[in-house]
């Protein structure tokens, strides 16, 4: 059974810093890997989803890396701005269409 | 298009009552996907249905909950009787038909259900 793990679960920075969230998954064997945000009482938003045959995707000032081999992903936010203040959740689609998700990073931008 | 449409927003009921949540996917959607959210299991798949057939529902946690899809446009989630740790997000999403895992899935503004 796929089980993703996104560290930390919780992160505070000032604003203009680039960060980095991580996410892990047991089971390599994907058909891809997407990056969400939600915002408090909120649906879920597609930031990124990268194919299992891929190793990036950006958009913006966002960059999303996956290594499956090592069952790794990170999302890295470049020039943080409060506006980014959100829950990120990864999600893993192992089955086609059946989504893991991870249980997410709450982020903070200071201004 | 006015993307994921899922009503009610908010639903207080009592223990043992019917609960009926719906959900209007995105015009030419072939895919559509319950989700429920807790604190303490996070976002978990429930069931999805490809051109309104039920897929996979391995993800219902039990007889009480139901889900149908009698047209394109429109699908129920029930929960009959409804318990308190039944208490959750509810989220409808819903993809294009495209190549297994090409497209993303895009989600409705949930339904907070409150069991007492």
């Known amino acids: 059974k796929q089980e993703v793990t996104q560290i930390p679960a919780a992160l505070s920075v000032p604003e203009g810093e680039n960060l980095v969230l991580n996410c892990s998954f047991t089971?390599?064997?994907?058909?891809?890997l997407q990056w969400f945000r939600q915002d408090p009482g909120k649906g879920l938003t597609s930031l990124l989803l990268?194919?299992?045959?891929?190793r990036e995707q950006t958009s913006g000032r966002l960059n999303a890396s996956l290594d499956k081999s090592s069952g790794r992903s990170t999302l890295y936010i470049a020039a943080s701005q409060p506006g980014d203040s959100a829950t990120y959740l990864c999600?893993?689609?192992?089955?086609?269409?059946?989504?893991?998700f991870g249980g997410g990073t709450r982020l903070m931008v200071k201004p | 298009d006015a993307g994921v449409i899922q009503s009610p927003r908010h639903e207080v009921t009592e223990m043992g009552q019917e609960v009926t949540l719906r959900c209007k996917p995105i015009?030419?959607?072939?895919?559509l996907f319950w989700y429920r959210q807790t604190m303490m299991r996070g976002l978990e798949l429930l069931i999805y249905?490809?051109?309104?057939?039920?897929?996979?529902d391995s993800g219902m946690p039990e007889d009480r909950f139901s889900a149908k899809m009698p047209n394109a446009s429109f699908s129920t989630l029930k929960i009959q009787p409804s318990e308190p740790r039944d208490s959750a997000v509810y989220f409808c999403?819903?993809?294009?038909?495209?190549?297994?895992?090409?497209?993303?899935?895009?989600f409705g503004p949930g339904t907070r259900l409150t069991v007492l």
């Open positions: 249905f490809n051109n309104n057939v039920p897929i996979d």
């Open positions: 015009s030419g959607h072939d895919y």
């Open positions: 990268i194919q299992s045959s891929q």
């Open positions: 089971d390599s064997a994907i058909y891809n």
């Open positions: 999600a893993v689609d192992n089955a086609g269409n059946m989504l893991t």
């Open positions: 999403a819903s993809r294009p038909r495209g190549g297994t895992g090409g497209d993303t899935q895009y």
